[in-house]
Structure formats: C-alpha cells, structure tokens
C-alpha cells in the first residue's frame, strides 16, 4: 500500500481504536491517572515513527520535524503538504530564506505549542516570553522565517513584542532600536517635527 | 450616573464582542505582482479608489450587538456603553482609541501623553486598503536599511500602536510616516477624549487624518459646542455611529435646532447617543436612516418630533428636576405615530404616569419587544395591565420604582410566561416578598430579575441615592410584612438575580443550576443561618454593606460546594456489593481546541465581592 493509503487508514481506525485503548491502557498508577495521547499509543504498537518531514535551512541543514507539528502552525507547510506535492520519502522543503539557527527556533516553538496546548495561559505566555528573549537581529530574523512560513500566532507574539518596544519610547530611541540611520526628512522637517511633538523627542 | 436605581450586578459581556480581530485572511492568497485594484479594475499605483467596500455585515453585526446590549441598558448607560464598544463586530474595522490628549496647537506638556493607558483597539484593516497598500508596498519598497523593517510588516506593527504610539511613529522616518498615513487613511473608528481647555482646532485636525471614519465616540471634558458639531459634520461624511459622553464639569451646549440639522443632514447616521442634553429645549428629528437614539440629561423639552421611521431603539432620560414641563403623553403619542418599527423603549422620567402609558398602548408598536419606563410612581397595575394587553410579547420589562403591587406582577406572569426573560422591579415599594416568589415561579424563561430595595422598611427608602446605599440607615418603623421575610426561589434559568437593599429579607433559599451573579448588597438582616444557596455556576457575588458573618457564611457555602463535587465521581453500586467507579472523561476525540474542553472540568472559582 502506499504510504499516503496507509495514513488515511490509520486516521481513519483511530476513533474505534482509541476506544478500545482508553479501556485498558490507562490505568491508575499508583494513584495517579496517566494520561497518553492516543496517536502515540497507536502508532508505538503498529510499530512505525510518527510520520515526519524534512526542512532545509538556507545553510543546507536539514531538520526532521514532525509532519503534525508544522502543518498545524505553518500555512504555507499545510499547503505544501495538501497539494501533494511533497512526497514523504523523498522531498525534503527548501526554506532558502531561514538559516539553521532560526529554523531551529521555529521548529521549537511549534513543537512545543502543538504537545503544550493543554498548558494554562500564563505557563504558556511565560514560555513565549522566555522564548522571544533574543537580540533584535534575532528577533528580525524570526519575522521574517514566521512571515515566510505564514505562522499566524508566532508572528502576533512578534509584533506585539515589537510593537511594545515602540511604545511609549522616545523616536531617537526607536530610530536607534531599529537601526534607521537616515529618516528622510530634511533639516527643515525635522526641525517643525520636533517643534510640533516635543514630548516624542 | 444617569440612572436612579442603581445596577444590576454586572450586565454580561454581549455575545458579539470580539476584541481583536485579524487582518483578513483574503490577502494571503493574492499573488504577488497584481497590478490593478481589485474593485475597480484601474493599476493600483497612485491609485485611490473610490469605489465603496460594502460593510453591511459590519453594520448588521453592530445591530445585533446593539439590541443585545440593549437589554441591559437598564443598568447604568455606562457599562453597557463601554460593553458595547467592546462588540468588534467583523473584520473589516479598525479602531483607533484616544484617551489622552493635549492642544495640538500650543505647546504640549509632556505629561498630558500618556500611552500607556490606551488599550490597543485594532481589530484588523479595511480589506481593500490593505490589499492596495501591501501590494503597492512589497513591489516598491524593500529598503530595509532606512526604514528598519519592510513595508508590510511595518504596517503589522504600526497598525497595533495605540494613536499616541502612531503619531510618535509617524516622526521617526519617512517611510514610517508613510505607514501611519496609511494606517489613519484605513480608520474607521476613532474614540477621543477631548480634554478640559482644548481649541476644537484639535478635535478638526483628529478628524482630517481620518477622514473614512464611521464610528466616533467623544468623551467631552470641555463643552460640546455647535462648533464642534459643526466640525464633525463636515469632517465624517461617512459617520454612522457617534456618541458623545460628558464628564462632570463640561456642558453639553448644543440646541434643539442645531441637533436636528446635524441629524438630517447626516444621511448616513444610524446611531446617536448623546449625554448631558439639558439645552436642547424641544427638537424635530428627521432621519430616514436612524435606527437607535439615546438622549440624557434632558429637561424641559417643549417639542418632540421623532420622524425616524427606522428607529428601533430609543432611550430617553430626563433629570430627576421636579420643575421638568415635559408632556410626556404627546411625545409619546408622536413616537408611537412615527416610529412603527420601535423594539426597544426605554423612558426614565419622574413625571411618567398612567396616560402616558395609555398612550403607549395605543400606539400599537408591533414589534415592541424592550420596554422600560423608570421612575414613574404613578404608574400603577392598571398601567401594566394596559402594557400586558397590547404587548403581549415583551421580552424585556423594566418598571423600577414605579407604583405596581403584586397584583401587577400577578398580571405579568399571566401573559408574559412564553416570552418574558428580564423582569427588573427594583425600588417597588408596594412588591412583596410574595410577589417575587410567585414571579420566579411563573416565568419559566427568566433569566434576570432584578428585586432590589423592595422588601425593606419605607422610611429607608430614598429615591435619590444612586449606586449601592451602604450607608446605614436605622429601621424605626417595624411593618411586619417588611421584616423577616423569607424567599425560596428555585429556577432552572436564572442568571442573574439582584436582591440589594432588600433589608427586610431574612431568609434565603435559592437553587439555581444556572445562577451566574447574585446581588445582596446591603441585605443587612439576612441571617447567616438561614441562607442556603446551592448554585453550582455562582461566579460572583455582591455582599458589600452586609454582616461579616454574612459574608463568612456565603464564602464557605460557594466554595464548599465546590469541593465537595470535586470528590464525587459518578460510581455505581453493583448487586454483589461491589462498586465500580467510572473513570472520568480523560481522552479528547479531536485535537483542535482540547484546552476548552479540559477547562470545563475545572471548576470556575466564585468571587464574592465586598467593596
């Protein structure tokens, strides 16, 4: 069978089957209820890997993520992968414009909204914020990878995060954040700029 | 504050608020390199286009929100304002909010800024401007060393600063002038406030940035002058909402005259809302397209001519002044003749009496489903037997302090069952523990009811105290059919129940599997012992101004009745002594929104509120 059939026929057992699991394989231990995602139990006794796909860097590195993860963020992933034209053997994604170390950071934060979107709000946002804890060339370039890739929720964390270091600043402080060497404006501008906003300056 | 009886614990958020919105998902599948507008067919570049994006399903979401809201406008106008502002009703809105602000004119001082208090309203662009612009911008401009971000991710970024942040931003360089330009050009909703000493200079130059704007709410610290007025008619062209709220110490001083020419020339105005309208003196009203008017603050009016045949929903409050010459009787006579298509009345005057509300009856408003006259001591059960008689359908009734008896509310919960889901008789000196019960029990759709300050002693009550009246007061006098009253009320729908001021209720049995909020402030002769409430859903519960020991034995019957499901698991006792235990629902069937569903086991913790 094809590998494509063999999915949709798992997915496809998976409601009768995680009924039959949930009545033996969770089990109290020790007082405690554990707890397994059902896909896993599945798929561990069928005996094959969750189903992963290949990401290439712009530095020719490649990732193996899992293929749920990345199609339930990335837009442009999904797409990829419903068209049909990525074929699971073979293809591996070209991402010319994401080098590794962002790429790694991507992965990772899907990666971990996908296993953590049980967690509460506040474990989660404390995480988002530890994650966008990087230098602003850093920062830049996660834009651009989540911009890419059509990320919704990454990239509303980064423009929040980008839109609170504006506010409330100072524009030569926001000229400096954001690296804007030359504004524009003539000397005569920026003379009635500063005149019409003092407080901005 | 502009009502007399004081709020109903919290009204609900509406159903329609949806906070942030984002940007329509429709750009995401262009191409790039499409080169001609996507309304009218002419290249983009340089291109404005004037073809109207249609925004009914905007529009028809704010009706909804409205008239959601509007059930609850007999509590405090202000909540139920700022509820309904935050009703984003569809993705083609953007909000600008303004909270502070100085003369743009003179020199600012530079602590009249403060960008932190603003909320950051933006619900997501206008859809064609934002196809427009973006395009336009990523064919064009990439220059990233000048500009420190490319064009259409300045404009995500830009697009969540509050309006302070945006004027600031558009000083930083020129491209990101360009972006702010933008971004004002796409606003459709501003909200102002316009501090104390401010030329109307600065309100005029507000609103040329934005000239697309189609909501305005104005919270006036200065005086509301026909100037300003003027400006707004000449600036908004496309204005369908606009609200105008007053601070103390600023006067509204637009006139009857100037209000009705604002209406009639505004052909696209659809709501008004206006406070502090004591200088209007008598006004005519024509509007094809106005669908709601709310007017407080009035006095004295001389004439009213509503000729909105649109009209659904009117709110009028007059002050609480005792020389008030308004005929109230004509000017409903003429509402009932103009405006066929009411649904929702509301009426707060002192002087509402029993002819008035023949009048209402007569008028024979089909669609009437809201109606609310406050204040009116005459009005009495005949009145509501007029009311039951020709609006046999009302959804909503609201007669706070008005002369009924449970005789009238007997007349209610005979023809109103079927339809009735809000019933607020508060401050109804002649309602009777006995009358309520027998409401609670009759109107099987109740969702709220409002009771407050009817079973308590007279001499305590006072109509013009406002908000909660914790003030102790000594009971003199002892009508024993005012003292040691007891209420049982057991009601599947319940929602929201407010029993404030009820000083003379003594005992209190309440089983509501629904019950969200409960109101018992000021219940000071409520005994602890006697007080049972087995309302699993309780999420908040007033008891300022009641004993200590109250409020002890209300905490620990809320939150003991939680802990005590928490324990309960559903278990089964088999015939041979065995017990099976069935092990609770632990595996999801889809992965999509998993964390609801696992916040539903929780228990939601209730809060009880002692100010």
């Keep these: ?201 | 504050m502009h009502h007399s009886h004081p709020k109903v614990a919290a009204p609900p958020p509406p159903d329609a608020s949806g906070g942030a919105v984002d940007i329509s998902d429709g750009k995401r599948g262009k191409k790039r390199g499409n080169y001609n507008c996507g309304r009218c067919g002419q290249p983009k570049k340089g291109h404005v286009c004037n073809v109207k994006t249609p925004i009914s399903a905007a529009v028809t979401a704010v009706a909804t929100a409205i008239s959601t809201d509007s059930s609850h406008y007999a509590v405090s106008a202000s909540s139920s304002a700022s509820a309904l502002r935050k009703a984003a009703p569809s993705r083609l809105r953007r909000a600008l909010s303004f909270d502070d602000f100085d003369d743009g004119g003179a020199a600012i001082s530079s602590g009249g800024i403060d960008a932190s208090e603003m909320e950051d309203r933006t619900v997501g662009d206008s859809f064609a401007d934002a196809d427009d612009d973006l395009d336009l911008k990523m064919d064009l401009d990439l220059d990233l060393d000048s500009c420190g971000l490319p064009a259409s991710l300045r404009w995500e970024v830009l697009r969540r600063l509050p309006p302070v942040g945006l004027l600031a931003a558009a000083q930083v360089s020129k491209g990101w002038r360009e972006t702010a330009k933008r971004l004002w050009k796409a606003a459709e909703e501003l909200r102002l406030r316009v501090p104390a000493n401010v030329h109307v200079g600065f309100v005029a130059s507000m609103l040329q940035k934005c000239p697309g704007i189609v909501r305005l709410s104005l919270r006036m610290e200065s005086d509301f002058d026909s100037t300003m007025l003027a400006c707004i008619a000449f600036s908004c062209s496309n204005l369908e909402y606009m609200e105008v709220s007053m601070s103390d110490g600023a006067t509204n001083r637009i006139n009857g005259g100037e209000l009705g020419r604002f209406v009639a020339d505004k052909r696209s105005l659809k709501c008004l809302k206006m406070e502090g309208c004591s200088n209007l003196g008598g006004f005519v009203l024509c509007s094809a397209s106005l669908s709601t008017l709310w007017l407080s603050d009035l006095h004295s009016l001389s004439k009213m001519v509503f000729n909105c045949p649109q009209l659904r929903e009117i709110s009028l409050e007059f002050s609480r002044q005792e020389n008030d010459s308004t005929d109230l009787t004509t000017m409903i006579e003429g509402l009932g003749r103009n405006c066929s298509r009411l649904q929702n009345i509301h009426i707060a005057a002192l002087r509402l009496s029993h002819a008035a509300v023949l009048a209402l009856t007569a008028a024979q408003l089909r669609g009437l489903r809201m109606l609310s006259l406050v204040l009116g001591s005459e009005i009495t059960d005949a009145s509501v037997a007029a009311i039951a008689s020709s609006y046999p359908n009302l959804e909503l009734l609201d007669l706070s302090g008005s002369g009924i008896s449970d005789s009238g509310i007997g007349i209610i919960c005979n023809v109103f069952p079927e339809t009735l889901s809000r019933l607020l008789l508060a401050l109804c000196p002649n309602v009777t523990s006995s009358g309520i019960q027998f409401a609670t029990a009759q109107l099987p759709l109740l969702e709220l009811m409002d009771c407050g300050m009817t079973i308590c002693d007279p001499d305590s009550l006072n109509p013009t105290t406002d908000e909660d009246n914790c003030k102790p007061q000594e009971t003199s006098s002892t009508n024993m059919h005012l003292t040691n009253q007891k209420l049982i009320i057991k009601h599947s729908h319940l929602k929201k129940l407010s029993l404030w001021g009820c000083s003379g209720l003594d005992a209190l049995y309440l089983n509501c599997p629904q019950l969200n909020d409960l109101n018992l402030n000021s219940c000071r002769n409520l005994h602890p012992e006697r007080l049972l409430l087995q309302c699993p859903t309780l999420e908040n519960v007033h008891a300022s101004g009641c004993k200590d020991m109250l409020i002890g034995a209300i905490q620990s019957q809320v939150c003991n009745a939680f802990t005590a499901m928490e324990n309960q698991s559903p278990s089964k006792r088999l015939p041979d002594g065995s017990k099976r235990v069935r092990v609770p629902y632990l595996l999801e069937d889809e992965c999509p929104e998993p964390d609801k569903k696992r916040r539903k086991i929780e228990r939601r913790l209730c809060n009880v509120l002692v100010n």
């Design chain 1, 1 to 201: 069978m094809e590998l494509l059939c063999i999915r949709q026929w798992i997915s496809g057992l998976l409601p009768t089957v995680k009924k039959w699991l949930s009545a033996w394989c969770i089990k109290p231990v020790g007082g405690a209820l554990v707890r397994q995602e059902p896909e896993y139990i599945l798929l561990a006794l069928m005996g094959s890997p969750l189903k992963k796909i290949m990401l290439c860097s712009s530095e020719k590195e490649i990732f193996s993520v899992e293929e749920q993860v990345m199609v339930q963020h990335s837009v442009i992933i999904n797409n990829m992968i419903e068209d049909g034209s990525y074929n699971h053997e073979e293809s591996k994604i070209p991402l010319d414009c994401v080098d590794s170390k962002t790429l790694k950071k991507v992965i990772d934060y899907c990666t971990h909204h996908t296993h953590h979107h049980n967690d509460n709000q506040e474990d989660l946002e404390a995480w988002d914020a530890q994650f966008l804890n990087v230098d602003s060339n850093g920062l830049y370039d996660l834009l651009m990878a989540a911009n890419y890739l059509e990320i919704r929720n990454l990239l509303d964390l980064i423009y929040g995060t980008i839109k609170n270091m504006i506010k409330g600043k100072k524009i030569d402080e926001i000229r400096r954040i954001f690296n804007i060497k030359d504004h524009g404006f003539t000397p005569e501008e920026e003379e009635q700029n500063r005149k019409e906003y003092p407080h901005f300056y």
